[in-house]
């Protein structure tokens, strides 16, 4: 199983971006839970959004109400909608995929490569 993320990029205070995650599961037909990590300069990798392979959602505070995490398991794929982005979301967005029960960083098993949201103020 391999995640590929994308979508990142430059955006203004108050802009919006959708990143995308697709999980090639080479065939494997038990989809893991997928979710979306963040890591600014300097600070410790975060939990932002989560999903799991049966619908259920989970948000960080820091995001709710402004980011939305949907999952499309027709076409392996996990999205992030960004809106109201503000100068602090700016980081290097992370997806993995877990097997397990939570969603913290040291319990995903799966990691794509990173995608870097900046936010201008």
């Known amino acids: 199983v391999q995640l590929q993320a994308s979508g990142g990029g430059l955006v203004q205070a108050g802009g919006s971006l959708r990143l995308t995650c697709v999980c090639e599961?080479?065939?494997?037909?038990?989809?893991?839970?997928i979710g979306w990590f963040r890591q600014a300069p300097g600070k410790e990798r975060e939990f932002v959004a989560g999903?799991?392979?049966?619908?259920?959602?989970f948000y960080a505070d820091s995001v709710k109400g402004r980011f939305t995490i949907s999952r499309d398991n027709a076409k392996n794929a996990v999205y992030l909608q960004m809106n109201d982005l503000k100068p602090e979301d700016t980081a290097v967005y992370y997806c993995?995929?877990?097997?397990?029960?939570?969603?913290?960083?040291?319990?995903?098993?799966?990691w794509g490569k990173g995608t870097q949201v900046t936010v201008s103020s």
């Open positions: 599961t080479g065939g494997t037909y038990n989809k893991p839970a």
């Open positions: 993995a995929g877990t097997y397990g029960a939570n969603w913290a960083v040291s319990d995903m098993l799966l």
């Open positions: 999903a799991w392979s049966g619908g259920s959602l």
